[in-house]
């Protein structure tokens, strides 16, 4: 199982910018999908889910400023980011789930800065 994310770049704050996860070599759908974000000298953080049933949820920080979607024609997961504040910088992972098991991207860089 493979998962490439894109999308990532330099905006300035309250910019938008839409990353994309494609994902390849699973013959079965995945139970959710998710990204997560890290930012230099801290930990890895959760930022949004969709589940298989299409249940989605935010972390609070990115409520009403980032849409998690997902196409499964496609096998690609996006995450389109609005509003985007310097403490949203960081590397975003893709991640997917089934069963016990966990697949990573390699991420993408996102920078915010004027």
């Known amino acids: 199982v493979q998962l490439v994310e894109s999308g990532g770049g330099l905006v300035q704050p309250g910019g938008s910018l839409r990353l994309s996860c494609v994902t390849s070599?699973?013959?079965?759908?995945?139970?959710?999908m998710a990204w997560h974000r890290q930012a230099p000298g801290k930990q890895r953080e959760w930022v949004a889910i969709?589940?298989?049933?299409?249940?989605?949820e935010y972390t609070e920080s990115v409520e009403g400023r980032f849409t998690i979607s997902r196409d499964n024609v496609k096998n690609t997961l996006y995450l389109q980011m609005t509003n985007l504040k310097p403490e949203d910088a960081g590397t975003y992972y893709c991640?997917?789930?089934?069963?016990?098991?966990?697949?990573w991207g390699q991420g993408t860089q996102v920078s915010v800065s004027s």
């Open positions: 070599g699973n013959e079965f759908n995945f139970d959710a």
């Open positions: 969709i589940g298989k049933s299409g249940r989605i």
């Open positions: 991640k997917a789930v089934h069963r016990t098991s966990q697949y």
